[in-house]
């Protein structure tokens, strides 16, 4: 009796709605979850690949060249000579690849 009152009021979900739900997850997961996790493959693949020598930017805006590897840190010379050393997970990967991508000349 009181799914036959449900049903009557509307209550029940519809399978149209649970299609919507479902392609609503669907969207969501293509556009915001995938490229997320994309990206920090991306950045992780990056910093594992950096060596003594390359230069990186920080994201604390800090440009340098990397003068040691350490398990977890890099020693990082910056233009004055000094020498900070800072976490591998501080390395900005679309800053320091755009500052070592070579310009086109015109």
């Not at 060596?51 to 040691?68: C, L, P, S, W």
Request: aromatic share 10%; glycine share 10%.
């Amino acid at each position: 009796m009181i799914a036959t009152v449900l049903l009557q009021a509307g209550g029940g979900l519809g399978y149209q709605q649970l299609i919507m739900f479902g392609l609503i997850a669907v969207v969501f997961y293509f556009f915001m979850i995938r490229p997320q996790m994309k990206k920090q493959k991306d950045q992780k693949k990056y910093v594992d690949e950096l060596k003594k020598g390359d230069k990186v930017v920080t994201t604390a805006g800090i440009h340098g060249k990397i003068y040691e590897v350490a398990d977890t840190t890099f020693l990082i010379e910056t233009e004055g000579g000094g020498r900070i050393r800072f976490d591998k997970s501080a390395v900005s990967l679309d800053a320091s690849k755009a500052l070592n991508t070579p310009v086109a000349s015109k």
